[in-house]
């Protein structure tokens, strides 16, 4: 079991950044692809981003590519999305998920492990 906590949502102008982090705990989280993903009400769960067991092979949804940038830090068991030029369409729940299955797996949506989600409002 790997449980997921996930931090740093908040309220921001459009324009402006935020960085949320994932801590990971349970057993070897360090063996897992990590990603993100996030969903506005009423819709489906999107795929954001996603790095490999050793924060190598970072990939993004064209929609955030070149304003997001994912990161992991073994030794805290955390991994980051820090997030810059915010817009509207960034208002999310974003989601923290881990899988075993490699970062193929998280950008076909699959996932062993999610997490609660934290809420990112951008404001226009």
């Known amino acids: 079991q790997v449980q997921l906590v996930e931090s740093g949502g908040g309220l921001v102008q459009a324009g402006g950044a935020l960085t949320l982090a994932c801590a990971a705990s349970g057993r070897t989280p360090g063996d897992y692809a990590m990603g993100w993903f996030r969903q506005v009400s009423g819709k489906e769960r999107e795929f954001v981003a996603s790095v490999n067991e050793n924060g190598g092979f970072p990939y993004y949804a064209h929609s955030v590519k070149g304003r997001f940038t994912i990161s992991r830090d073994n030794a805290k068991n955390t991994v980051y999305l820090q997030m810059n030029s915010l817009k509207f369409d960034d208002t999310a729940v974003y989601y923290c998920?881990?899988?075993?299955?490699?970062?193929?797996?998280?950008?076909?949506?699959?996932?062993?492990?999610w997490g609660q989600g934290t809420q990112v409002t951008v404001s226009s």
């Open positions: 998920a881990a899988t075993r299955g490699g970062g193929g797996a998280l950008v076909a949506g699959r996932a062993d492990y």
